[in-house]
C-alpha cells in the first residue's frame, strides 16, 4: 500500500481521526442532552457523564494538536490554538464540571447546548480541511511512489 509508507499521509490519518474523534464526543454529549431533556437521565448521571468526558475531550484535542506539530502543519496549529485556549480556560477555571443541582437551570441548559454546538459546527469544518489533506497527501505518496 502506497500510502502506508508516507509518514506525512500517517500524520494526516492521525489528526483526521482524532478529529472524528471529537466530533463523535460532541455528539455523545447532544444525545445526553436530549436523554435529560427527554426525562430518560437523571441529573446524577448525566453530571457524572459529562465530567468524565470533558477531560477525554482535553485528551484527543492535544494529540491532534500535537500530530499538528510534528507534521510541520504550523498554520493550522495557530488557527487551532485559541479554541484549545478556550478549552483550558474552561479547565482551569472549573467551568467545565457539571453540577446535578444546575442542571434543569435554564440558563445551565443555554449554555450547554451552545457550547455543544459550537464544538460540532468547530470540529465539522476541521473535518473537511483534514480530509481534503489526507486525500491530498495520499495522491501525493502514489505520486512520489510511481516516479
Same mark, same amino acid.
Given at each position: 500500500m502506497v500510502f502506508l509508507s508516507s509518514w506525512d499521509a500517517w500524520a494526516k490519518l492521525i489528526t483526521f481521526v482524532c478529529n472524528v474523534s471529537q466530533i463523535l464526543l460532541q455528539s455523545w454529549k447532544q444525545l445526553k442532552v436530549a436523554e435529560l431533556e427527554g426525562d430518560f /437521565?437523571?441529573?446524577? %448521571?448525566? $453530571? =457524572? %457523564? +459529562?465530567? =468524565?468526558?470533558?477531560? +477525554?475531550?482535553?485528551?484527543? /484535542?492535544? $494529540?491532534?494538536m500535537l500530530w499538528l506539530m510534528l507534521d510541520w502543519q504550523w498554520v493550522l496549529l495557530l488557527l487551532n490554538v485559541p479554541y484549545l485556549a478556550y478549552q483550558l480556560s474552561n479547565y482551569t477555571a472549573g467551568k467545565w464540571r457539571v453540577d446535578a443541582s444546575r442542571v434543569f437551570h435554564a440558563d445551565f441548559k443555554s449554555s450547554i447546548k451552545k457550547s455543544i454546538l459550537l464544538g460540532i459546527f468547530y470540529h465539522a469544518a476541521w473535518f473537511v480541511v483534514y480530509l481534503t489533506m489526507l486525500i491530498l497527501s495520499i495522491i501525493n505518496a502514489s505520486k512520489m511512489k510511481a516516479k
Open positions: /437521565l437523571n441529573p446524577t %448521571d448525566f $453530571a =457524572r %457523564d +459529562m465530567n =468524565r468526558i470533558y477531560p +477525554m475531550e482535553l485528551m484527543v /484535542l492535544g $494529540a491532534s
